[in-house]
């Protein structure tokens, strides 16, 4: 079935859900909540008189991850507890991303594996959701080829998730996949992980169209929250104990640009280097962070308040793509290489100890050797800390798709791995720098391969592991690195 929806919006801000449409969506995790206490006895877990568990699982950005911290938050509400395997679940929810083909072929993968635990298990419900089902023809797919999957939502629809789950519960296949702009929900708690840090998001959508990218179709146009909405958040976390934030947003270089075009009363309109500078404030927070930053909307503003504020973090995730000009106009990413080495030059000038990393796509249609010779120059100019590359892969419905490839994809594959060298060498030289530095590490937890070492990040996002026991997990601790590699920094407690 499809849902039709009540869109009435907030007084003066028409990008939120209203209050009226939240408490509809209350009234459903209630409904939904006593049905679940009324069929203990038809839960799958093992355990007599348990609550029914949900494994959620989620790809892609931290944005999605952010979204999944809302739906654990509904299903919390609902009576939920989590597992961390679909095996025994009663509900199982798959997160999905649509930026590259790989993670979609993952999730098909995991979706198909599902048909015969459903079939030993008919009450279990599956939900497949997030920026893949915003897709026409994904959405088609599942619908027509995975008749297992119980409800299917796309990113708009995230409000409406408990009146969907509650539709499925009476026997339906529910699809909600419709694509409307303006989705921005607060009234439910995120269900995050465990302290020490927290994702804020502050933005939702993009509109950049950079021509490869799908996000700006499947997540819609950039729409902000209230400075107020984030400071809440921020207040409520640092009384919960988190020590670090990091704001989240496509393109946090432009939060706000919308709020200001919008009737918006008396509210106070904060930039993006503003709501930073207030975030430094709330007392328990001892760290901030963002991601991601757009290089044609840098601020001096931006740059100076990491500069000047101790909580910033010295680290800046700045995605170049590509070190050819001709590509970044096909690209549409609307900067030069000389526009974006000005700004690395400035950066680097007013804080001296950023780690710097980047995002590079490999492969974007036309590239030749040559303009791959340019990326190769731009990694060996700025040398990042770390680089996220990608080869490029073709998505329906965005520009490059109808673009001709120049290169095979041997070719690619070569130059990716020529890439991956060049780059490993920089970034263990660059660890290698930090060799006997006193390091401030926020303790994150226990290493997954070693009970005996502890694990956290320095002031630039780097990971370090030490010796150490985990009632320091939460902690700030000084740690002198002994020993570097290409991926990460080994120390010990020096206090
Ligand atoms: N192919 C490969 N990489 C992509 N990215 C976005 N779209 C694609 C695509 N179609 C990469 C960009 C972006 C990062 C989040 O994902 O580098 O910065
Ligand atoms: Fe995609 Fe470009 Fe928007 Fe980033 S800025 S989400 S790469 S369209």
């Given at each position: 079935?499809?849902?039709?929806?009540?869109?009435?919006?907030?007084?003066n801000?028409?990008?939120?859900?209203?209050?009226?449409?939240?408490?509809?969506?209350?009234?459903?995790?209630?409904?939904?909540?006593?049905?679940?206490?009324?069929?203990?006895?038809?839960?799958?877990?093992?355990?007599?008189?348990?609550?029914?568990?949900?494994?959620?699982?989620?790809?892609?950005?931290?944005?999605?991850?952010?979204?999944?911290?809302?739906?654990?938050?509904?299903?919390?509400?609902?009576g939920?507890?989590?597992?961390?395997?679909?095996?025994?679940?009663?509900?199982?929810?798959?997160?999905?991303?649509?930026?590259?083909?790989?993670?979609?072929?993952?999730?098909?993968?995991?979706?198909?594996?599902?048909?015969?635990?459903?079939?030993?298990?008919?009450?279990?419900?599956?939900?497949?959701?997030?920026?893949?089902?915003?897709?026409?023809?994904?959405?088609?797919?599942?619908?027509?080829?995975y008749?297992?999957?119980?409800?299917?939502?796309?990113?708009?629809?995230?409000?409406?998730?408990?009146?969907?789950?509650?539709?499925?519960?009476k026997?339906?296949?529910?699809?909600?996949?419709k694509?409307?702009?303006?989705?921005?929900?607060?009234e439910?708690?995120?269900?995050?992980?465990?302290?020490?840090?927290?994702?804020?998001?502050?933005?939702?959508?993009?509109?950049?169209?950079?021509?490869?990218?799908?996000?700006?179709?499947?997540?819609?146009r950039e729409?902000s929250?209230?400075?107020e909405?984030?400071?809440?958040?921020?207040?409520?976390?640092?009384?919960?104990?988190?020590?670090?934030?990091?704001?989240?947003?496509?393109?946090?270089?432009?939060?706000?640009?919308d709020?200001?075009?919008?009737?918006?009363?008396?509210?106070?309109?904060?930039?993006?280097?503003?709501?930073?500078?207030?975030?430094?404030?709330?007392?328990?927070?001892?760290?901030?962070?963002?991601?991601?930053?757009?290089?044609?909307?840098?601020?001096?503003?931006?740059?100076?308040?990491?500069?000047?504020?101790p909580?910033?973090?010295?680290?800046l995730?700045?995605?170049?793509?590509?070190?050819?000009?001709?590509?970044?106009?096909?690209?549409?990413?609307?900067?030069?290489?000389e526009?974006?080495?000005?700004?690395?030059?400035?950066?680097?000038?007013?804080?001296?100890?950023?780690?710097?990393?980047?995002?590079?796509i490999?492969?974007?249609?036309?590239?030749?050797?040559?303009?791959?010779?340019?990326?190769?120059?731009?990694?060996?100019?700025?040398?990042?800390?770390?680089?996220?590359?990608?080869?490029?892969?073709?998505?329906?419905?965005?520009?490059?798709?109808?673009?001709?490839?120049?290169?095979?994809?041997?070719?690619?594959?070569?130059?990716?791995?020529?890439?991956?060298?060049?780059?490993?060498?920089?970034?263990?030289?660059?660890?290698?720098?930090?060799?006997?530095?006193?390091?401030?590490?926020?303790?994150?937890?226990?290493?997954?391969?070693?009970?005996?070492?502890?694990?956290?990040?320095?002031?630039?996002?780097?990971?370090?592991?030490?010796?150490?026991?985990?009632?320091?997990?939460?902690?700030?601790?000084?740690?002198?690195?002994?020993?570097a590699?290409?991926?990460?920094?080994?120390?010990?407690?020096?206090?």
């Amino acid at each position: 079935m499809q849902i039709e929806s009540d869109q009435n919006n907030n007084k003066n801000n028409n990008k939120y859900i209203s209050h009226e449409e939240m408490e509809r969506q209350r009234e459903f995790i209630e409904k939904i909540r006593l049905r679940l206490e009324a069929n203990r006895e038809n839960i799958v877990s093992d355990q007599a008189g348990a609550k029914p568990k949900a494994f959620v699982e989620t790809y892609g950005c931290q944005q999605n991850e952010s979204d999944s911290e809302k739906i654990k938050g509904m299903l919390w509400d609902m009576g939920y507890d989590f597992c961390d395997k679909p095996d025994g679940a009663d509900l199982v929810l798959y997160n999905t991303c649509a930026v590259r083909e790989n993670a979609e072929l993952r999730v098909f993968g995991n979706i198909g594996a599902l048909k015969h635990k459903k079939r030993k298990n008919p009450n279990m419900i599956i939900c497949v959701c997030g920026c893949m089902m915003q897709q026409e023809h994904i959405a088609n797919t599942i619908k027509q080829k995975y008749k297992h999957v119980d409800l299917v939502f796309g990113t708009h629809a995230l409000y409406r998730f408990p009146e969907l789950l509650y539709e499925v519960m009476k026997n339906e296949r529910v699809f909600d996949t419709k694509n409307e702009d303006g989705s921005i929900f607060e009234e439910i708690s995120f269900k995050r992980e465990k302290p020490p840090l927290a994702k804020i998001p502050i933005m939702y959508g993009c509109n950049n169209f950079c021509t490869y990218c799908i996000v700006p179709y499947v997540r819609g146009r950039e729409r902000s929250r209230s400075a107020e909405n984030i400071m809440k958040d921020v207040r409520e976390v640092a009384e919960a104990g988190y020590k670090e934030v990091m704001l989240l947003g496509q393109n946090v270089n432009s939060y706000a640009l919308d709020l200001l075009k919008d009737e918006r009363g008396d509210e106070t309109v904060l930039s993006f280097p503003q709501l930073l500078r207030e975030v430094c404030k709330i007392d328990g927070i001892e760290r901030v962070r963002f991601m991601t930053s757009h290089p044609k909307d840098i601020s001096d503003e931006l740059i100076d308040a990491i500069a000047e504020e101790p909580k910033i973090c010295n680290q800046l995730h700045l995605p170049v793509q590509c070190g050819s000009d001709r590509v970044l106009k096909l690209m549409n990413r609307r900067y030069t290489t000389e526009k974006y080495l000005e700004i690395i030059k400035k950066v680097k000038e007013r804080i001296p100890d950023i780690t710097l990393t980047t995002d590079i796509i490999v492969g974007f249609p036309g590239e030749t050797n040559e303009d791959f010779e340019r990326t190769l120059d731009i990694l060996k100019e700025v040398e990042y800390d770390t680089i996220f590359s990608f080869i490029y892969s073709k998505r329906v419905g965005t520009p490059a798709a109808s673009m001709p490839q120049s290169l095979t994809d041997e070719e690619i594959h070569a130059n990716f791995d020529r890439m991956l060298a060049v780059q490993n060498e920089i970034s263990k030289r660059k660890n290698e720098a930090r060799l006997g530095r006193v390091e401030k590490v926020l303790v994150e937890g226990v290493s997954k391969t070693d009970p005996n070492t502890l694990t956290g990040r320095n002031e630039g996002g780097k990971v370090v592991n030490f010796a150490g026991d985990k009632s320091l997990i939460c902690e700030f601790v000084d740690v002198k690195i002994t020993k570097a590699q290409t991926w990460s920094l080994f120390g010990e407690i020096v206090k």
